[in-house]
């Protein structure tokens, strides 16, 4: 089984602050993660993934995420937040195993950056 | 390049009439596809999804289907809406090489009066 969690249901931020979004999955393989941006009546967009390689990924618009495995993590980062960063994001996994390539998504966090 | 299409934008439905949304993608072939539907703008939950004509995997039992007629068409239907079909209903893609990410469409937004 696979699941994700994303523990903070909103995160708030100054604009120009650094910004980050956890994320925390469990697999029984080995795990592709998945960041992804949704603003208001809009679908997901992708903004980058970790497969293999490399521990810091990153992605869209500035973004980066560090995978990290030993806590099981795949905290979202910025080094500056921008108000128009606000949106929910929402963290995947899959299973490498999974023949399905189904995907398990956290139940989002919103982020709100203040001018 | 790749797109995805999803309509109509917004549907407003009496409880026990039918439903019909439908999924295109364009730019690629044999593609996987999936119907996610997403309650309170929150978490999503993968209602079906298919790796071809025809093939299609149910992940949670409800009066909800799914079809596939053709390769890059993805169909969700319903022959009776209940209250708690409301919801925000989004179609995904995802190549069928690789460990590609799923690419959304921009969602249905289905209220039941």
């Known amino acids: 089984a696979q699941s994700v969690a994303q523990p903070e249901d909103q995160v708030n931020v100054a604009e120009g602050n650094p910004l980050t979004v956890k994320c925390t999955y469990s697999v029984s393989g080995n795990p592709y993660l998945f960041w992804y941006v949704q603003y208001p009546n809009r679908g997901l967009q992708f903004l980058l993934k970790?497969?293999?390689?490399?521990?810091l990924v990153k992605g869209s618009y500035g973004f980066e995420a560090e995978f990290n495995k030993s806590q099981t993590s795949f905290h979202l980062k910025k080094p500056s937040a921008l108000v128009s960063d606000s949106a929910l994001y929402f963290c995947?996994?899959?299973?490498?195993?999974?023949?399905?390539?189904?995907?398990?998504f956290g139940g989002g966090t919103r982020l709100m950056v203040k001018p | 390049s790749q797109t995805i299409h999803q309509w109509p934008a917004t549907l407003v439905q009496p409880v026990g009439s039918p439903l019909s949304l439908e999924c295109t993608v364009e730019?690629?072939?044999?593609?996987?596809l999936y119907w996610y539907r997403q309650a309170a703008g929150r978490g999503l939950q993968l209602l079906f999804y298919?790796?071809?004509?025809?093939?299609i995997s149910s992940e949670v039992p409800q009066n909800l289907s799914a079809s596939r007629p053709q390769d890059r068409q993805f169909i969700l239907s319903s022959k009776k809406l209940l209250l708690s079909d409301s919801g925000f209903y989004l179609c995904?893609?995802?190549?069928?090489?690789?460990?590609?990410?799923?690419?959304f469409g921009d969602g249905t937004r289905l209220s039941i009066l």
């Open positions: 995904a893609w995802r190549s069928d090489r690789g460990n590609q990410p799923q690419h």
């Open positions: 730019g690629t072939s044999n593609p996987n």
């Open positions: 995947a996994v899959r299973d490498g195993g999974n023949a399905g390539n189904m995907l398990t």
């Open positions: 970790y497969i293999t390689g490399d521990n």
């Open positions: 298919s790796v071809g004509i025809g093939q």
